[in-house]
């Protein structure tokens, strides 16, 4: 009897964590998997130590704190606010001289801080990928923009 009411529990919490995870946005699904199966391997890592086998367990914690460490950090690193605030880092082995940015938007060189974003965003319209242009595109007209703003 006591087999039977805890596969009927375990059940249950499958259920409900299937139903909770359905809801839920992915990057947090991913966020709360990472923590719940660190802490899961600590556990595993303190009960295998206090039944004597020290030899696993103790590498179990260790791994399950590094885990937990790694999960929390990316997941501020990765949405931290100070992100938005820094400029749109330039690929590697692409450069672009003040013309050729000018060229790309299509502005005089003379032109103002708005003129180079409505130029940008008329661009960007044509150019993004979820319009039917390219990454590569998006990325030499972010290139330019960036580059004429920080002129």
């Not at 139903?19 to 899961?40: D, I």
């Not at 100070?82 to 000018?102: F, I, K, T, V």
């Not at 708005?114 to 993004?128: F, G, S, T, W």
């Amino acid at each position: 009897m006591n087999i039977l009411f805890a596969v009927l529990i375990a059940l249950g919490a499958m259920v409900m964590l299937a139903w909770l995870f359905a809801r839920a946005k992915p990057s947090s699904v991913v966020k709360t998997g990472r923590s719940v199966a660190a802490v899961v391997v600590i556990a595993l890592g303190v009960l295998m130590t206090m039944r004597g086998m020290g030899i696993l367990g103790v590498p179990m914690v260790l791994a399950g704190i590094g885990f937990l460490l790694t999960g929390t950090w990316r997941g501020r690193g990765a949405q931290g606010s100070a992100r938005g605030d820094r400029p749109h880092p330039r690929p590697q082995g692409e450069s672009m001289s003040l013309a050729e940015a000018r060229a790309t938007l299509g502005v005089e060189p003379g032109a103002s801080h708005d003129e180079i974003q409505r130029a940008y965003r008329e661009m960007m319209k044509k150019v993004h990928p979820d319009t039917g242009g390219s990454g590569a595109l998006a990325r030499r007209v972010q290139m330019a923009r960036d580059l004429l703003i920080g002129d």
